[in-house]
């Protein structure tokens, strides 16, 4: 038997440890994280108890005309599961979900899966029950590139063309803390590209980091004094997660991109079993952007799926 509960601020410490111990959960899933951005969002995470016990967890968001989205602030959010989770305790949790939602006339959901590449164990009951329980249908899948420890592929010729350029003209690689001098470098590059602003200000990085020191980081690559170009890195138990990258027209030039992730992939995170480099599409419509997905892939990422699914309660 299964009981749902609404999340509360009271309820926190529970939540933050069941994420830690999760077999799919990331430090988004932890309230610091979540919470950061919670004016722009209804809060209507879930809880699912089995007996005394905590089983389940579902980070989502309410939004009008009866949708719930898990979770309109986060790039994934679908069902956080202990080790302990089975695929009929699973179907079951769904079935107490919809029932849970039907009751509050909720109309709609929208899922977003916690993609496998971050589950610690194998984590897809959920993606059973979605379609075996809620007869979802997969409606945006978007792609994403990412490189796994072994094997690993080589560089493209374009990116060692520009790798050999960085390292000819003594560009340095070095962690930072100056949130700030990177995101006005990012701000004016989507601005021109794309005539769109980063999703997080300058101020929410540095809170955000504040708050994940060690799983927020920032790397410049710089000539001199001068900043050519960035990356903020999220490191997940086993998957880095490439959030930010962007350079000045300075530094596209003379190949800094190419040397910061030549020096991380190659040296500092050369252990770590999975780095992605996040989507290439737009999600709204799934759109793929070819020179964004190209960039990545001459890395030697290859594609990994994001999905988004949907059903009526």
Not at 280 to 299: C, H, R, Y
């Amino acid at each position: 038997m299964f009981e749902v509960r609404r999340y509360s601020p009271a309820m926190a410490a529970e939540w933050n440890q069941f994420v830690a111990q999760s077999k799919n959960g990331t430090f988004l899933f932890d309230r610091a994280y979540m919470d950061y951005h919670q004016d722009r969002f209804t809060d209507h995470s879930l809880l699912i108890y089995r007996g005394r016990s905590l089983y389940a967890l579902l980070p989502a968001n309410e939004q009008p005309d009866g949708l719930l989205v898990t979770h309109g602030g986060l790039t994934y959010g679908g069902l956080v599961m202990s080790a302990r989770c089975s695929a009929e305790g699973v179907c079951a949790v769904f079935t107490a979900i919809n029932a849970y939602l039907r009751a509050l006339s909720f109309r709609r959901v929208v899922y977003k899966a916690v993609p496998h590449i971050y589950h610690r164990l194998p984590a897809e009951e959920d993606l059973y029950a979605l379609t075996s329980i809620c007869h979802a249908k997969l409606t945006i899948r978007d792609i994403s590139s990412a490189i796994l420890a072994e094997p690993r592929l080589k560089f493209a010729e374009s990116r060692r063309s520009g790798l050999r350029k960085a390292q000819a003209a003594g560009l340095m690689v070095a962690e930072s803390e100056d949130y700030a001098a990177f995101w006005h470098v990012l701000n004016d590059n989507l601005s021109a590209r794309y005539g769109i602003h980063p999703v997080h200000t300058a101020a929410e990085l540095s809170l955000l980091h504040s708050r994940f020191p060690e799983q927020i980081r920032l790397w410049h690559v710089c000539d001199g004094d001068t900043l050519l170009g960035g990356t903020v890195l999220f490191l997940t138990p086993r998957t880095l997660h490439v959030q930010y990258i962007s350079a000045t027209p300075q530094g596209k030039a003379m190949g800094a991109i190419d040397l910061l992730f030549h020096h991380l992939i190659s040296e500092v995170y050369s252990d770590y079993p999975v780095i992605d480099f996040g989507k290439s599409t737009v999600s709204s419509s799934a759109d793929l952007n070819p020179q964004l997905i190209f960039q990545k892939e001459g890395f030697g990422a290859r594609a990994v799926c994001y999905d988004t699914y949907e059903w009526e309660l």
